[in-house]
């Protein structure tokens, strides 16, 4: 792949091609250039969309996906820029702004794009922004439209402030409707009265009040562009016939690539699983495949099934893999060689597939609170995905009927003509409570535009907050915040007593006072306090964590693990991560009470208590309720105490053995990028008084950890720190081929930690007296369970317990001694056993080859002697 040319890298001919910098022709004969370079020709709806860009209308722009809304965001960031206005791209997910951003880079060069997605600010000064809708919601309220004035004749240049937006691209805009979020699609419309739009989605609706509301509020003209012919047109059917057949009708007859939509994780895989009886794949394209995967390393648990599956034609795709194993399964569909993919119905999120056809299997999902049949606007969303532009020249969208409908047409098709045995068929039914859908579920779906996007805002302290430090008078503000945003007028009032309480809370703790209004007319409120630095733009809660560390002492020998659960309460919760934590404590805790000989009921009441590890719940939640009282702008904000890095950590596992443990095959994916997060936090929010030598070791061991996992989510994290340079280099080309990794042994401290991690798990088995488990560890070396009890009994004659506690896990109890001689680099390692008297006159001593480490991938390590110093 050749370099990316740039927007900017070629100035002079841009400065031809548009003498006035502002002239509309120019400006869209500069990108229709540039486009015409890259090998684009522009639909007719682009065209439009362009045309009333440079000349300054806002632009709603409802059409089909795949029909290049992409293209018409890039060209909205080149129209700003060449008028000197600074513009922000905004979306729903980070993922999609950190895409947005690379490819941004890549065209108009690092110096003009910065991103800020609250946990990452790269180049925030930048001319062209990209970030989440709620970091633009918050700028939009602190500033109030804040943009430079316009320069006195249309050849003057615009310089903005820093605060300034000028131009607002707004993607995945029906987001606007969503419950929980859609005030921050919300807010910019209300807030940025003199900047331009664009709002763009596949399934916006009837938009007139936007266009009308827009029209008022900003005196601009709106166009509307609703284009619905697709490129690749679509074409829709009901299928009552099994899904292995009908799978096996679509790719005899080529209309695969087929994504198969499911409404959980789960069911996608179980799905795929159960499609590996059929004949997806010949033996020439099994073979194929087996050659693009190479030495394509898969792990563990979900790595040995998606490779099973991959290797028999099959796919899977959803959000709780693992990011190599998502790519590696998006590699080999755009090579054509895997027809089945089995995925959610969010497509994979930023799946990058083409998708000949779409089967969805269900038209009914659980949204959280209840089963319910897909909304049009949700079932257009999925069914857009089929046919690709360039290689198709048509896609299909088919519905499957529900399972007891094809059953029932499974033995009608047996009883042929015969009335008798018609007679005798018992017909199945839908399971009772459950929400069905048939063929006329299918048909309104089909027919139906998607639903008008409802309004959704709401009052928060952030929201007050960040009225009251705009320039101004804030009550004037925050009164047309309240009485003319979108919601009915009915709802407005719930508003203004939200926004009252906010207030009451604000200045009982002595943030807010009223103060008299300049030249006496009345009074109005200010903020006694500033707020802090980027507030509402970054972790809310790190500023917390900040203050949290000092209540901490730094010569406890848990003080690695106490910062890290202070760190942790600060984090996104991962649900099922969690969730599976209290699974398995309460199963624990059952077992107990059984074997105490606790009945029914007693135990029913005594599981209520029971739930994921909370270290330092009791201390921290007083914390916060202090921090609060002084910070209220958290008010809004809950506290999430929880132990999934430390119990990482205290239970001495690999990422593989953590998985396992805990049956997180298939949402292996969610915890990884928890622990993805928390190495950032811990680099990010730990002061160096608070960095002891063991902190620094575990902060080490858990980016060694997430980087042998799958590296991609670190990487791009460094990607951000150190962007593209202007001309491009430096830029990561995605050779389809997993990322090299670097030597194991080449972080010494990581892994050192992954070193010690390996011995203590050993002294945590010895301590229960585990020997099977310790045989299965060390018993290709002659360390069998057998040999471990010999060597250890007579510990225990002299010991009633090995301590597995703070001190015993304690740097001062591991010796390392590094040696390099005609055998090679290696490492003599010894483990002092924490006996009860404190003599530490037991040891584990063993050998590790960093050679072979290296090879490996992970630490390989010898037991050479168990017993007395």
């Given at each position: 792949?050749?370099?990316?040319?740039?927007?900017?890298?070629?100035?002079?001919?841009?400065?031809?091609?548009?003498?006035?910098?502002?002239?509309?022709?120019?400006?869209?004969?500069?990108?229709?250039?540039?486009?015409?370079?890259?090998?684009?020709?522009?639909?007719?709806?682009?065209?439009?969309?362009?045309?009333?860009?440079?000349?300054?209308?806002?632009?709603?722009?409802?059409?089909?996906?795949?029909?290049?809304?992409?293209?018409?965001?890039?060209?909205?960031?080149?129209?700003?820029?060449?008028?000197?206005?600074?513009?922000?791209?905004?979306?729903?997910?980070?993922?999609?702004?950190?895409?947005?951003?690379?490819?941004?880079?890549?065209?108009?060069?690092?110096?003009?794009?910065?991103?800020?997605?609250?946990?990452?600010?790269?180049?925030?000064?930048?001319?062209?922004?990209?970030?989440?809708?709620?970091?633009?919601?918050?700028?939009?309220?602190?500033?109030?439209?804040?943009?430079?004035?316009?320069?006195?004749?249309?050849?003057?240049?615009?310089?903005?402030?820093?605060?300034?937006?000028?131009?607002?691209?707004?993607?995945?805009?029906?987001?606007?409707?969503?419950?929980?979020?859609?005030?921050?699609?919300?807010?910019?419309?209300?807030?940025?009265?003199?900047?331009?739009?664009?709002?763009?989605?596949?399934?916006?609706?009837?938009?007139?009040?936007?266009?009308?509301?827009?029209?008022?509020?900003?005196?601009?003209?709106?166009?509307?562009?609703?284009?619905?012919?697709?490129?690749?047109?679509?074409?829709?059917?009901?299928?009552?016939?099994?899904?292995?057949?009908?799978?096996?009708?679509?790719?005899?007859?080529?209309?695969?690539?087929?994504?198969?939509?499911?409404?959980?994780?789960?069911?996608?895989?179980?799905?795929?699983?159960?499609?590996?009886?059929?004949?997806?794949?010949?033996?020439?394209?099994?073979?194929?495949?087996?050659?693009?995967?190479?030495?394509?390393?898969?792990?563990?648990?979900?790595?040995?099934?998606?490779?099973?599956?991959?290797?028999?034609?099959?796919?899977?795709?959803?959000?709780?893999?693992?990011?190599?194993?998502?790519?590696?399964?998006?590699?080999?569909?755009?090579?054509?060689?895997?027809?089945?993919?089995?995925?959610?119905?969010?497509?994979?999120?930023?799946?990058?597939?083409?998708?000949?056809?779409?089967?969805?299997?269900?038209l009914v999902k659980y949204d959280g609170v209840r089963m319910r049949h897909l909304t049009a606007r949700e079932f257009h969303q999925i069914s857009g995905r089929a046919g690709r532009a360039g290689y198709d020249t048509v896609g299909e969208v088919i519905v499957l009927a529900p399972e007891h409908v094809i059953e029932n047409r499974k033995l009608l098709e047996r009883a042929g003509d015969d009335p008798k045995k018609i007679?005798?068929?018992?017909?199945?039914?839908?399971?009772?409570?459950?929400?069905?859908?048939?063929?006329?579920?299918?048909?309104?779906?089909?027919?139906?535009?998607?639903?008008?996007?409802?309004?959704?805002?709401?009052?928060?302290?952030?929201?007050?907050?960040?009225?009251?430090?705009?320039?101004?008078?804030?009550?004037?503000?925050?009164?047309?915040?309240?009485?003319?945003?979108?919601?009915?007028?009915?709802?407005?009032?719930?508003?203004?007593?939200?926004?009252?309480?906010?207030?009451?809370?604000?200045?009982?703790?002595?943030?807010?006072?009223?103060?008299?209004?300049?030249?006496?007319?009345?009074?109005?409120?200010?903020?006694?306090?500033?707020?802090?630095?980027?507030?509402?733009?970054?972790?809310?809660?790190?500023?917390?964590?900040?203050?949290?560390?000092?209540?901490?002492?730094?010569?406890?020998?848990?003080?690695?693990?106490?910062?890290?659960?202070?760190?942790?309460?600060?984090?996104?919760?991962?649900?099922?991560?969690?969730?599976?934590?209290?699974?398995?404590?309460?199963?624990?805790?059952?077992?107990?009470?059984?074997?105490?000989?606790?009945?029914?009921?007693?135990?029913?009441?005594?599981?209520?208590?029971?739930?994921?590890?909370?270290?330092?719940?009791?201390?921290?939640?007083?914390?916060?309720?202090?921090?609060?009282?002084?910070?209220?702008?958290?008010?809004?904000?809950?506290?999430?105490?929880?132990?999934?890095?430390?119990?990482?950590?205290?239970?001495?596992?690999?990422?593989?053995?953590?998985?396992?443990?805990?049956?997180?095959?298939?949402?292996?994916?969610?915890?990884?990028?928890?622990?993805?997060?928390?190495?950032?936090?811990?680099?990010?929010?730990?002061?160096?008084?608070?960095?002891?030598?063991?902190?620094?070791?575990?902060?080490?061991?858990?980016?060694?950890?997430?980087?042998?996992?799958?590296?991609?989510?670190?990487?791009?994290?460094?990607?951000?720190?150190?962007?593209?340079?202007?001309?491009?280099?430096?830029?990561?080309?995605?050779?389809?081929?997993?990322?090299?990794?670097?030597?194991?042994?080449?972080?010494?401290?990581?892994?050192?930690?992954?070193?010690?991690?390996?011995?203590?798990?050993?002294?945590?088995?010895?301590?229960?007296?585990?020997?099977?488990?310790?045989?299965?560890?060390?018993?290709?070396?002659?360390?069998?369970?057998?040999?471990?009890?010999?060597?250890?009994?007579?510990?225990?004659?002299?010991?009633?317990?090995?301590?597995?506690?703070?001190?015993?896990?304690?740097?001062?109890?591991?010796?390392?001694?590094?040696?390099?001689?005609?055998?090679?680099?290696?490492?003599?390692?010894?483990?002092?056993?924490?006996?009860?008297?404190?003599?530490?006159?037991?040891?584990?001593?063993?050998?590790?080859?960093?050679?072979?480490?290296?090879?490996?991938?992970?630490?390989?390590?010898?037991?050479?002697?168990?017993?007395?110093?």
């Open positions: 792949m050749g370099p990316v040319a740039t927007l900017t890298d070629r100035p002079l001919t841009l400065t031809e091609r548009m003498p006035a910098q502002r002239d509309p022709d120019s400006l869209y004969e500069a990108f229709t250039a540039w486009a015409q370079d890259q090998g684009l020709a522009l639909y007719p709806a682009q065209q439009e969309a362009l045309l009333e860009l440079v000349t300054g209308s806002h632009v709603i722009l409802s059409t089909p996906t795949g029909s290049g809304k992409s293209l018409v965001a890039m060209a909205a960031h080149f129209v700003a820029l060449a008028q000197g206005r600074r513009t922000y791209y905004t979306a729903p997910l980070k993922a999609l702004v950190s895409e947005k951003f690379f490819a941004l880079v890549a065209a108009f060069g690092s110096d003009n794009v910065g991103m800020m997605t609250g946990d990452s600010a790269v180049n925030p000064g930048a001319p062209i922004i990209c970030c989440t809708a709620e970091i633009l919601a918050n700028i939009a309220l602190r500033t109030g439209g804040g943009v430079a004035e316009q320069p006195g004749h249309p050849d003057d240049p615009v310089v903005p402030g820093d605060d300034a937006v000028g131009q607002v691209v707004m993607d995945e805009f029906h987001f606007y409707a969503d419950p929980q979020r859609g005030w921050a699609w919300q807010v910019p419309l209300l807030e940025l009265p003199r900047a331009q739009f664009l709002l763009m989605s596949a399934t916006l609706g009837d938009v007139t009040f936007f266009a009308d509301d827009l029209t008022r509020r900003t005196e601009r003209p709106v166009a509307v562009v609703t284009h619905t012919e697709r490129p690749v047109p679509l074409t829709f059917a009901y299928a009552v016939e099994p899904l292995h057949e009908l799978l096996e009708e679509l790719v005899t007859t080529r209309r695969a690539p087929v994504y198969v939509v499911h409404f959980t994780q789960a069911a996608a895989v179980e799905r795929a699983q159960a499609l590996m009886s059929m004949n997806v794949a010949s033996r020439e394209q099994r073979d194929e495949i087996a050659t693009e995967l190479g030495d394509f390393r898969f792990g563990p648990g979900f790595g040995r099934t998606l490779s099973r599956l991959l290797r028999h034609g099959i796919g899977v795709h959803h959000a709780g893999m693992l990011p190599k194993y998502r790519r590696v399964v998006e590699r080999l569909t755009q090579k054509g060689l895997l027809k089945v993919v089995c995925g959610t119905d969010t497509l994979g999120v930023g799946i990058n597939v083409p998708i000949r056809t779409v089967v969805l299997t269900s007679k005798k068929i018992v017909r199945k039914k839908a399971p009772e409570g459950a929400v069905n859908w048939t063929d006329k579920t299918f048909e309104r779906l089909r027919d139906a535009p998607p639903e008008p996007l409802t309004p959704s805002f709401a009052v928060s302290h952030a929201m007050v907050l960040n009225v009251l430090a705009r320039p101004g008078d804030p009550v004037e503000a925050m009164k047309h915040l309240l009485l003319d945003n979108h919601e009915p007028e009915s709802a407005r009032g719930r508003l203004v007593r939200q926004a009252v309480n906010v207030y009451r809370s604000l200045r009982a703790a002595g943030v807010v006072e009223r103060v008299p209004r300049a030249g006496g007319r009345g009074s109005t409120v200010r903020l006694t306090v500033d707020l802090p630095p980027h507030f509402a733009l970054n972790q809310a809660l790190s500023p917390f964590a900040f203050a949290a560390l000092d209540l901490l002492d730094v010569e406890s020998p848990t003080h690695a693990l106490d910062v890290v659960s202070v760190i942790e309460a600060t984090l996104d919760e991962p649900r099922q991560v969690l969730a599976a934590q209290a699974n398995k404590a309460r199963g624990e805790a059952v077992a107990a009470m059984k074997a105490e000989g606790y009945d029914y009921d007693e135990r029913m009441a005594a599981l209520e208590d029971v739930t994921y590890p909370q270290p330092l719940a009791e201390l921290l939640q007083a914390a916060f309720a202090t921090y609060r009282t002084t910070n209220p702008w958290v008010a809004d904000l809950e506290l999430s105490p929880k132990s999934v890095v430390r119990d990482m950590v205290e239970r001495t596992m690999t990422f593989p053995e953590y998985v396992s443990y805990y049956a997180l095959d298939r949402t292996e994916g969610v915890l990884l990028r928890y622990l993805a997060d928390a190495y950032r936090a811990l680099r990010q929010t730990v002061p160096e008084e608070s960095r002891t030598e063991e902190l620094a070791e575990l902060v080490e061991w858990l980016g060694e950890v997430v980087r042998r996992t799958d590296s991609s989510l670190l990487d791009e994290w460094e990607r951000l720190r150190n962007p593209l340079d202007d001309d491009g280099a430096g830029a990561r080309v995605d050779t389809g081929t997993e990322d090299v990794a670097k030597p194991i042994t080449t972080n010494a401290r990581a892994f050192r930690a992954l070193v010690r991690s390996a011995l203590f798990r050993r002294v945590m088995l010895a301590a229960r007296e585990d020997y099977q488990a310790l045989g299965a560890l060390d018993g290709a070396d002659g360390w069998d369970a057998d040999a471990w009890a010999a060597a250890l009994d007579p510990y225990y004659d002299d010991h009633d317990a090995i301590g597995i506690g703070p001190d015993a896990r304690g740097p001062q109890l591991l010796i390392v001694t590094e040696r390099r001689d005609g055998d090679g680099a290696r490492w003599e390692v010894r483990q002092l056993l924490d006996d009860p008297a404190g003599d530490h006159d037991w040891r584990i001593d063993a050998v590790v080859d960093l050679a072979v480490s290296d090879a490996a991938g992970d630490v390989v390590l010898r037991v050479t002697a168990v017993g007395p110093l």
